[in-house]
């Protein structure tokens, strides 16, 4: 890996990656930093044929995933990835592991798979009032449950809740619904984004072989009319993917 800015280094090392990552404390004390990682093709697809974002990944950027990972404490993730991607418990290299916080709002989810049964750090689930009581109920058996707004899931609120908690460092890993709904919320702190070097179109094939089109990193019904400005705070390149880390701008 090189590194080309905020200075070159033609071969950085871990302890170097790990600095290029570093978390910062939270601005606000009241909510955990909140950082996203991504990847896209180089025409902005959020995955190539199969479905899933392993198709635009790569290498190195598998291992700024591993380390984003084993650096946080709570991994979000809208319910719609973690079904595509198949979610377990996280294994990294860190011990306690980061929890993993589903948000869904309809929390139809399956009480018995691996992602609560295999967890050693228990799973959380973030959903709103809105969700019916009976499926709360089961999912307060296997997860830790934060309800979280009437109408729909209050994300601020269920961050607020997280930092109360003692969590300082969230890693969202998607999708582009959860994201675009952070960002909306004024909730994102930065963004780490892989441009793999691909073209994959505006159609590709799911996990079921149906063509379609993947979609962008950033999803959903609010649109965001003056844009959310971002900084370059860092830029890596290793066999032709460029990491980059976004801050957002406040
Ligand atoms: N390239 C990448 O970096 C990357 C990263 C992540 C995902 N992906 C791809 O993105 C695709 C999935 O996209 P997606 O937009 O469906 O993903 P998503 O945002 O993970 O899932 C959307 C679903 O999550 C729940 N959700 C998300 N935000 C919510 C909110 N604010 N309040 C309540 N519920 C919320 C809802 O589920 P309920 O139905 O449960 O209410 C919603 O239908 C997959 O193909 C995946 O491979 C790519």
Not at 59 to 74: H, N, Y
Not at 122 to 137: L, M, N, Q, W, Y
Not at 202 to 211: R, S
Not at 213 to 242: F, H, M, Q
């Amino acid at each position: 890996m090189r590194e080309l800015l905020p200075a070159a280094n033609p071969a950085m090392s871990d302890a170097e990656l790990h600095e290029a990552y570093a978390w910062p404390t939270p601005v606000d004390s009241s909510r955990p930093w909140v950082r996203a990682n991504m990847a896209t093709s180089v025409d902005g697809s959020i995955s190539g044929n199969g479905g899933q974002s392993d198709s635009i990944s790569s290498p190195a950027d598998k291992q700024v995933f591993r380390l984003l990972r084993a650096t946080s404490q709570v991994i979000l993730v809208g319910s719609g990835t973690a079904k595509a991607e198949g979610y377990g418990p996280a294994k990294t290299s860190a011990d306690p592991q980061p929890a993993i916080a589903l948000v869904t709002g309809r929390a139809n989810l399956d009480t018995s798979s691996p992602l609560f049964a295999d967890a050693t750090t228990r799973t959380i689930v973030i959903t709103s009032e809105a969700a019916p009581t009976d499926k709360r109920a089961a999912i307060a058996e296997v997860a830790d449950l934060i309800v979280c707004g009437s109408t729909g899931v209050d994300l601020p609120g269920a961050l607020r809740e997280l930092a109360s908690r003692g969590i300082q460092r969230v890693l969202c890993e998607g999708g582009p619904h959860l994201l675009g709904d952070l960002v909306a919320a004024g909730c994102l702190d930065d963004l780490c984004l892989t441009t793999s070097p691909l073209l994959v179109g505006g159609q590709a094939t799911d996990a079921k072989g149906n063509e379609h089109d993947p979609g962008r990193i950033l999803a959903g019904p609010t649109g965001l009319p003056n844009g959310t400005k971002l900084a370059l705070a860092s830029l890596i390149e290793a066999d032709g993917s460029l990491m980059a880390r976004w801050a957002v701008s406040r």
